[in-house]
Protein backbone atom coordinates (compact mmCIF):
# COMPACT_ATOMS: atom_id res chain seq x y z
CA UNK A 1 0.00 0.00 0.00
CA UNK A 2 2.89 2.50 0.75
CA UNK A 3 5.00 1.86 -2.21
CA UNK A 4 1.56 2.05 -4.05
CA UNK A 5 1.08 5.77 -2.54
CA UNK A 6 4.77 6.93 -3.14
CA UNK A 7 4.82 5.90 -7.29
CA UNK A 8 1.15 7.85 -7.78
CA UNK A 9 2.49 10.87 -5.65
CA UNK A 10 5.97 10.52 -7.44
CA UNK A 11 3.75 10.65 -10.47
CA UNK A 12 2.27 13.73 -9.67
CA UNK A 13 5.40 15.32 -8.66
CA UNK A 14 6.77 14.79 -11.54
CA UNK A 15 3.63 16.02 -14.36
CA UNK A 16 3.20 19.13 -11.58
CA UNK A 17 7.11 19.62 -11.72
CA UNK A 18 8.84 17.71 -14.60
CA UNK A 19 12.19 20.04 -14.26
CA UNK A 20 12.63 22.01 -10.91
CA UNK A 21 15.15 24.35 -12.77
CA UNK A 22 12.63 25.60 -15.83
CA UNK A 23 11.10 28.54 -14.60
CA UNK A 24 7.61 27.87 -13.51
CA UNK A 25 5.07 30.99 -13.79
CA UNK A 26 4.13 32.15 -9.99
CA UNK A 27 0.33 31.16 -10.09
CA UNK A 28 1.38 27.98 -10.62
CA UNK A 29 3.83 28.31 -7.81
CA UNK A 30 1.73 29.69 -5.38
CA UNK A 31 -1.21 26.94 -6.48
CA UNK A 32 1.17 24.24 -6.08
CA UNK A 33 2.19 25.67 -2.50
CA UNK A 34 -1.40 25.75 -1.48
CA UNK A 35 -2.55 22.72 -2.57
CA UNK A 36 0.99 21.13 -0.22
CA UNK A 37 -0.24 22.80 2.53
CA UNK A 38 -3.84 21.49 2.36
CA UNK A 39 -2.90 17.74 1.47
CA UNK A 40 -2.42 16.38 4.37
CA UNK A 41 -5.66 17.84 6.27
CA UNK A 42 -7.56 16.98 3.44
CA UNK A 43 -6.80 13.67 3.66
CA UNK A 44 -7.27 13.04 7.52
CA UNK A 45 -10.68 14.52 7.20
CA UNK A 46 -11.80 11.88 4.58
CA UNK A 47 -10.09 8.84 6.40
CA UNK A 48 -13.00 8.56 9.19
CA UNK A 49 -13.68 5.37 10.71
CA UNK A 50 -10.52 3.72 8.81
CA UNK A 51 -7.93 1.71 11.35
CA UNK A 52 -5.55 4.33 12.67
CA UNK A 53 -2.32 2.21 11.33
CA UNK A 54 -3.50 2.88 8.12
CA UNK A 55 -4.69 6.53 8.88
CA UNK A 56 -0.77 6.63 9.92
CA UNK A 57 0.49 5.12 6.93
CA UNK A 58 -1.53 7.36 4.45
CA UNK A 59 -0.84 10.39 5.99
CA UNK A 60 2.88 9.56 5.87
CA UNK A 61 2.87 9.13 2.60
CA UNK A 62 0.98 12.42 1.65
CA UNK A 63 3.54 14.55 3.94
CA UNK A 64 6.14 13.21 2.46
CA UNK A 65 4.86 14.41 -1.28
CA UNK A 66 3.39 17.68 0.48
CA UNK A 67 7.11 18.18 1.52
CA UNK A 68 8.72 17.35 -2.09
CA UNK A 69 6.39 19.60 -3.68
CA UNK A 70 7.13 22.42 -0.87
CA UNK A 71 10.75 22.09 -1.57
CA UNK A 72 10.69 21.72 -5.69
CA UNK A 73 9.14 25.08 -5.96
CA UNK A 74 11.57 26.50 -3.42
CA UNK A 75 14.38 24.75 -5.45
CA UNK A 76 12.91 26.29 -8.50
CA UNK A 77 12.26 29.91 -6.90
CA UNK A 78 15.74 29.90 -6.00
CA UNK A 79 16.89 28.85 -9.58
CA UNK A 80 15.31 31.71 -11.03
CA UNK A 81 16.66 34.78 -8.69
CA UNK A 82 20.71 32.52 -9.45
CA UNK A 83 19.62 32.93 -12.80
CA UNK A 84 19.73 36.22 -12.98
CA UNK A 85 22.92 36.29 -10.87
CA UNK A 86 25.16 34.03 -13.22
CA UNK A 87 23.94 36.33 -16.26
CA UNK A 88 25.54 39.35 -14.94
CA UNK A 89 28.88 39.57 -15.90
CA UNK A 90 29.96 42.78 -13.07
CA UNK A 91 28.44 40.22 -10.49
CA UNK A 92 30.43 37.33 -11.73
CA UNK A 93 33.65 39.24 -11.67
CA UNK A 94 33.03 40.23 -8.51
CA UNK A 95 32.39 37.06 -7.02
CA UNK A 96 35.73 35.86 -8.95
CA UNK A 97 37.49 38.67 -7.19
CA UNK A 98 36.11 37.85 -3.57
CA UNK A 99 36.48 34.34 -4.04
CA UNK A 100 40.54 34.96 -4.98
CA UNK A 101 40.65 36.00 -1.07
CA UNK A 102 39.11 33.37 0.34
CA UNK A 103 41.88 31.37 2.17
CA UNK A 104 40.91 28.05 1.47
CA UNK A 105 44.04 26.13 3.14
CA UNK A 106 42.67 27.59 6.10
CA UNK A 107 39.36 26.53 5.15
CA UNK A 108 40.44 22.85 4.80
CA UNK A 109 42.47 23.02 7.82
CA UNK A 110 39.69 23.95 9.53
CA UNK A 111 36.86 21.42 7.61
CA UNK A 112 39.72 18.92 7.86
CA UNK A 113 38.64 17.41 11.55
CA UNK A 114 35.37 17.29 10.50
CA UNK A 115 35.13 16.72 7.06
CA UNK A 116 38.46 14.33 6.84
CA UNK A 117 38.27 15.00 2.73
CA UNK A 118 41.20 14.20 0.31
CA UNK A 119 43.03 17.22 -0.14
CA UNK A 120 43.12 16.63 -3.70
CA UNK A 121 39.75 16.56 -4.11
CA UNK A 122 38.92 19.20 -2.60
CA UNK A 123 41.53 21.43 -4.51
CA UNK A 124 40.10 20.16 -7.29
CA UNK A 125 37.09 21.28 -6.76
CA UNK A 126 38.14 24.26 -5.64
CA UNK A 127 39.71 25.03 -9.05
CA UNK A 128 36.74 23.04 -11.20
CA UNK A 129 34.29 25.40 -9.36
CA UNK A 130 36.66 29.09 -9.47
CA UNK A 131 36.93 28.32 -13.16
CA UNK A 132 33.36 26.99 -14.29
CA UNK A 133 32.64 30.18 -12.08
CA UNK A 134 35.04 32.08 -14.65
CA UNK A 135 33.07 30.69 -17.67
CA UNK A 136 30.78 32.49 -16.84
CA UNK A 137 28.56 29.18 -17.08
CA UNK A 138 25.07 28.99 -17.33
CA UNK A 139 22.62 27.11 -14.92
CA UNK A 140 22.05 24.26 -16.43
CA UNK A 141 26.01 23.51 -16.94
CA UNK A 142 26.35 24.42 -13.16
CA UNK A 143 23.88 21.56 -12.79
CA UNK A 144 26.12 19.06 -14.93
CA UNK A 145 28.68 20.62 -12.59
CA UNK A 146 27.10 19.54 -9.60
CA UNK A 147 25.89 16.13 -10.40
CA UNK A 148 29.43 15.38 -11.55
CA UNK A 149 30.90 16.06 -8.04
CA UNK A 150 28.15 14.03 -6.66
CA UNK A 151 29.16 11.32 -8.69
CA UNK A 152 32.61 11.19 -8.32
CA UNK A 153 32.25 11.51 -4.22
CA UNK A 154 29.84 8.51 -4.41
CA UNK A 155 31.53 6.65 -6.80
CA UNK A 156 33.07 4.16 -4.44
CA UNK A 157 30.26 3.17 -2.41
CA UNK A 158 28.39 2.00 -5.85
CA UNK A 159 26.49 -1.33 -4.80
CA UNK A 160 27.09 -1.14 -1.15
CA UNK A 161 24.48 -1.58 1.12
CA UNK A 162 26.05 1.31 3.21
CA UNK A 163 25.63 4.02 -0.33
CA UNK A 164 22.94 5.73 1.49
CA UNK A 165 24.78 6.24 4.35
CA UNK A 166 27.24 7.62 2.38
CA UNK A 167 25.33 10.11 0.57
CA UNK A 168 24.09 11.49 3.80
CA UNK A 169 27.83 11.92 4.60
CA UNK A 170 28.52 13.32 1.48
CA UNK A 171 25.64 15.92 2.14
CA UNK A 172 26.65 16.64 5.84
CA UNK A 173 30.14 17.35 4.42
CA UNK A 174 29.35 19.37 1.24
CA UNK A 175 27.03 21.45 3.66
CA UNK A 176 30.03 21.97 6.41
CA UNK A 177 32.64 22.91 3.89
CA UNK A 178 30.48 25.24 2.02
CA UNK A 179 29.52 27.21 5.23
CA UNK A 180 33.15 27.58 5.72
CA UNK A 181 33.82 29.64 2.68
CA UNK A 182 30.56 31.45 3.09
CA UNK A 183 31.95 32.35 6.81
CA UNK A 184 35.17 33.57 5.23
CA UNK A 185 33.72 35.82 2.60
CA UNK A 186 31.42 36.95 5.75
CA UNK A 187 34.61 37.31 7.74
CA UNK A 188 35.96 39.27 5.10
CA UNK A 189 32.91 41.70 3.93
CA UNK A 190 32.87 40.72 0.76
CA UNK A 191 30.90 42.74 -1.91
CA UNK A 192 28.88 40.00 -3.51
CA UNK A 193 28.24 37.97 0.16
CA UNK A 194 24.94 38.50 -1.34
CA UNK A 195 25.12 36.50 -4.24
CA UNK A 196 27.64 34.05 -2.90
CA UNK A 197 24.50 33.29 0.11
CA UNK A 198 21.75 33.39 -2.82
CA UNK A 199 24.24 30.47 -5.03
CA UNK A 200 25.28 28.58 -1.81
CA UNK A 201 21.48 27.98 -0.87
CA UNK A 202 20.33 27.33 -4.38
CA UNK A 203 23.29 24.64 -4.92
CA UNK A 204 23.19 22.77 -1.57
CA UNK A 205 19.03 22.17 -1.97
CA UNK A 206 20.07 20.86 -6.08
CA UNK A 207 22.78 18.55 -4.43
CA UNK A 208 20.05 17.27 -1.91
CA UNK A 209 17.57 16.98 -4.97
CA UNK A 210 20.43 15.03 -7.03
CA UNK A 211 21.53 12.98 -4.08
CA UNK A 212 17.82 12.25 -3.37
CA UNK A 213 17.48 10.82 -6.75
CA UNK A 214 20.87 8.79 -7.51
CA UNK A 215 19.68 6.89 -3.19
CA UNK A 216 16.43 6.57 -4.65
CA UNK A 217 18.35 4.80 -8.27
CA UNK A 218 20.29 2.73 -5.94
CA UNK A 219 17.78 1.19 -3.37
CA UNK A 220 14.88 0.64 -6.24
CA UNK A 221 12.62 3.55 -4.22
CA UNK A 222 10.71 6.46 -5.66
CA UNK A 223 12.43 10.12 -4.29
CA UNK A 224 9.33 10.20 -2.46
CA UNK A 225 9.86 7.00 -0.66
CA UNK A 226 13.47 8.04 0.38
CA UNK A 227 11.68 11.45 2.00
CA UNK A 228 9.00 8.95 3.65
CA UNK A 229 12.28 7.19 5.18
CA UNK A 230 13.67 10.22 6.56
CA UNK A 231 10.29 11.18 8.53
CA UNK A 232 9.80 7.55 9.54
CA UNK A 233 13.38 7.89 11.43
CA UNK A 234 12.59 11.07 12.95
CA UNK A 235 9.55 9.54 14.17
CA UNK A 236 11.11 6.97 15.78
Known sequence: MCNCDHGMYQAL???????VLRPIPSALTQAIRNFAKSLEGWLSNAMNNIPQRMIQTKVAAVSAFAQTLRRYTSLNHLAQAARAVLQNTSQI????????????????????????????????????FKMTLQQQSTLEQWAAWLDNVMMQALKPYEGRPSFPKAARQFLLKWSFYSSMVIRDLTLRSAASFGSFHLIRLLYDEYMFYLVEHRVAQATGETPIAVMGEVRRIKEL
Open 93 to 128: NQMLNDLNRVDFANVQEQASWVCQCDDNMVQRLETD
Open 13 to 19: VEILIPD
